[in-house]
């Protein structure tokens, strides 16, 4: 297999261990001393009443350590992890922390061609999945993802397995247990919103990921009285560390699984649960604006609402307090590393109207030209960071890396940005060709690529749109070839890819050619901004 690791330069190691954001510490380690110092404490509680202490959570995760080891898994070896908000999800992936596995992070919509992607580049051994979530059967999608990727030896279910392996099968067999890895170490893959095509697999180390949600932990105020409820879905790095799941956990609050952010569900358990801090994306924050006067449900214990993975407009930020009566908190981040957020005792202006300053005094910013230039402060430009817990390079993929960090380690976010005099960061938009559609990030040339497989499709052009409720939406441009498709059957036709939903065009605009340069010449990009101003002039 294809070595997993993230190296930092010596002396920015050294730096990070000195000031303290290394301290040695891993996954297995910290939910080991939770468990010990409270064990009766509850660390988690699903939307449908299931409740763990730290201690039976602990104790779960060991047990499906020994399950996973006995499957004839080994330590280093990857497992694709496609669950949903139920507390299983981190009963799962803490035990492969404990066994010394990789978890590779996949959401619960991503269908055949991402699993079998994810699969394929981290070089995945087994699979784990539920047996249903939000009316789909994972089992149905786990015997296409073994067909089309051999490698994948065990399917393990949560629930009824059928052909596969149960979860609740697994055993307890303490001796089965390794050591517990390096700090320095590869703790899990996360996915990165890809700009060229798939996502891009992000390698965390133990030291920097536990950094990161420790920090956000102390800065949004967790403590063993606060209740986390993750309302999006759970594999995304916001509601896993900002300060997310793992956050909570390491401040001994009590986590709750959320199965769905619609206001009746979430608001449901907001009271039932006392929750006091969750995260949403700007298009599920307005919904809950929305709904929020006309509830039934007592929302009294929400302290804290955060907001992020996209920009939350200012005119909608200044409506949180009056319409869900708790503080705002914008946060301003990406799977890579640089976390941003406003402060909840930061003055008024500052929490509605900029997106956050970063969690570390070692994050480094830079805002720069087109040519790498640093633009004049308060100016829009390009943002780079390096710092204690980003990445310095995605695995196994050179072209990527090569493209999106710099010579001396600076990466390349694909984030046009202007800082404040205070040093916080407003968010301008992208600098790449990604839609930022309601928090997922999609590659306008992954769509384009399935577009091109329809035979009444000569060529595609796929852009975004402003739209108020998602953020951005994607307009997919389309020169027909032969008789012209209805918009509906190219909806469907992406569909049949088997692609997450999330990536069907939202719009489908036929035009008959695409304007270019005089000599036929013009880039993807400029093409795709040209067709987005040409259509947005129209509509104005």
Sequence with gaps: MIPLQQVWPDELARLYRERGYWRGETFPGFLRERAAEHPDRVAVTGGDGTSWTYGELFSKAETNAAGFLALGLQPGDRVVVQLGNIPEFLSVVCGLFVAGLIPVYALPAHRLTEIVHFAQKSEAAAYVIAERYDNFDYRTLAREVVAAVPAIKNVIVVGEAE?????SSFKANAALLPADPSPSSVAFLQISGGSTGLSKLIPRTHDDYIYSFRASAEICGLDADSVYMSALPVAHNFPMSSPGVFGALYAGSRVVMCPSPSPETAFALIERE??????LVPPLALLWMQAAPKTSYDLSSLQILQVGGAKFMPEAARRVKGSLGCTLQQVFGMAEGLVNYTRLDD????IVETQGRPISADDEVLIVDDQGNPVPEGEPGNLLTRGPYTIRGYHNDPGANSRSFTEDGFYRTGDVVKRTPEGYLVVQGRATDHINRAG??????????????HPSVFDAAVVSLPDPFLGEKSCAFVIPQGEQPKASELKAFMRTRKVADFKVPDQIVFVSEFQTTAVGKISRKELRAKLRADFLEKKA
């Design 163 to 167: 052909e596969f392996v149960a979860l």
């Design 274 to 279: 006392k929750v006091t801090i969750t995260g």
């Design 347 to 350: 003055p008024y202006e500052i």
């Design 440 to 453: 997922e990030k999609i590659s306008a040339e992954e769509i384009e690529d399935h577009l091109l497989a």
